[in-house]
């Protein structure tokens, strides 16, 4: 990856903050052109510095009231892009890594209710070949949800 200076950094702070905001309002707070802010959002984006962008949908505005992280063991590590595959098609699954500790796999998904989260934990998960084990942390609330702090230098 290359180098980010610290106008990218800028540039990054501000939109961190608001994606929406207008690169005439980026660039005027930068002091650059707006053409210039265009060709470094660019840049950054085919740099990957920039990953996304888009809406956050509320979950619960589609039904969607529990929210629940399943710790998964797997019968080998090496079954994990397998299991991942099968993830792929559970709608429900917003999340998948592959960790150290006391699971293989972690996994955030939403469910309607009770009866979903059981069907999704023992109908589906559960009958996955390669899982041996879940274990269900259900959220009671998100008190804490950004994006990583891009701290731009003192100028």
Known sequence: MEKIDQLDKKILSILSKNARIPFKDVAAECNVSRAAIHQ??????????ITGSGFDV??????????????INLEKGSMYKDVVERLQHIPEIVECHFTTGPYTMLVK???????????????????????????????LEQSIKREITVKPEAE
């Not at 469910?111 to 998960?125: I, P, S």
């Open 58 to 71: 509320n979950p619960k505005s589609l039904g969607y009231s529990t929210c629940t992280y399943v710790g």
């Open 109 to 139: 998904l939403y469910a309607r209710d009770n009866e979903q989260l059981m069907d999704l934990l023992n109908g589906q998960l559960q009958g996955i070949p390669g899982v041996v084990a879940t274990e269900t942390l259900i959220s």
């Open 40 to 49: 470094r959002v660019q840049h950054l984006i085919e740099a990957q510095v």
